[in-house]
């Protein structure tokens, strides 16, 4: 069965770095686009960043752009998220979501399987 599992997540200082990284299982990973989804709390899912299957194209939620890095290592069936110059409003859950074609969306009902989350908290 199709698997997504987070790591990288923890507790940084604002202007600090992460790394996200999300393990796929159980399906042929680089042919589905990939994206990374937060979700702050008291509020809704924010979609942040995606990625098509070769890993030639990417976009950006304006909130994040020039901060982060989405990529991805189709050898090694995994997603990354790197992160930079964080700062507090982006403390949320990050979920990494496997979209139902080889390219991405912002729309939520484009993905077909979602990751159990990952913590980031930015505070000093």
């Known amino acids: 069965q199709v698997q997504l599992v987070e790591s990288g997540g923890g507790l940084v200082q604002p202007g600090g770095s992460l790394r996200l990284s999300c393990a796929a299982s159980?399906?042929?990973?680089?042919?589905?686009?990939m994206s990374w989804v937060r979700q702050a709390p008291g509020k809704g899912l924010e979609w942040v960043s995606g990625?098509?299957?070769?890993?030639?194209?990417?976009s950006y939620a304006d909130s994040v752009k020039g901060r982060f890095t989405i990529s991805r290592d189709n050898a090694k069936n995994t997603l990354y998220l790197q992160m930079n110059s964080l700062k507090p409003e982006d403390t949320a859950v990050y979920y990494c979501?496997?979209?139902?074609?080889?390219?991405?969306?912002?729309?939520?009902?484009?993905?077909?399987?979602w990751g159990q989350g990952t913590q980031v908290t930015v505070s000093s």
């Open positions: 159980g399906f042929t990973f680089s042919t589905y686009g």
């Open positions: 979501a496997k979209e139902k074609s080889g390219g991405y969306y912002t729309m939520t009902s484009m993905k077909d399987y």
């Open positions: 990625i098509n299957s070769g890993g030639s194209s990417t």
